[in-house]
């Protein structure tokens, strides 16, 4: 069944303090993009009249359904991130993403960084970087900046807040 929210709009606030905060406004299923942008861009601007923070961000976000069955595994945690960052082609210019819950199985073993560095050699960990670097045939991610990736910069465990 489809969700009855699929898409939805993200407002992101920054304070004086640079904390962020944000709002979430719910669109009926079946609101088209063109559309959901232009309710975005309105809701944006009247936003920006009541509130004396920054605003940042503003995101459509659109759910998919996934059948997924795999429950969460005893000792699970969510702050324990596996944060992989790529280059692109441009100097400067990186990509980012976190793996919550890393497994301690995908860190490397030995030498100094050993408990911190992920292996990039263990077999599951090959796959999502190429999937990252590459993509899977049909897309693959870019920077921020709209730039194809071209290495992995580094590949880490790091405690988030969730």
């Not at 699970?76 to 100097?91: L, N, Y």
């Not at 980012?96 to 995908?106: A, F, R």
């Not at 991610?141 to 910069?153: G, I, M």
Request: proline fraction near 4%.
């Amino acid at each position: 069944m489809a969700d009855p929210h699929q898409l939805r709009i993200e407002l992101v606030y920054r304070d004086d303090s640079g904390r962020r905060g944000s709002g979430i406004s719910h669109l009926p299923y079946g609101t088209t993009f063109d559309v959901a942008k232009g309710f975005a861009l309105a809701l944006a601007r009247a936003a920006e009249k009541i509130s004396d923070a920054q605003l940042v961000a503003v995101f459509i976000k659109q759910s998919i359904e996934m059948d997924i069955t795999v429950p969460a595994a005893l000792g699970s945690d969510v702050t324990r991130c596996g944060v992989f960052i790529a280059e692109s082609v441009v100097t400067d210019d990186r990509y980012l993403i976190q793996i919550p819950s890393l497994l301690s199985s995908k860190l490397e073993t030995g030498g100094p960084w050993a408990g911190i560095n992920i292996n990039q050699a263990d077999a599951d960990v090959a796959a999502l970087l190429s999937l990252i670097l590459t993509g899977d045939g049909t897309v693959a991610p870019v920077s921020a900046a709209l730039n194809d990736l071209a290495t992995t910069d580094a590949a880490y465990l790091e405690w988030r807040t969730p």
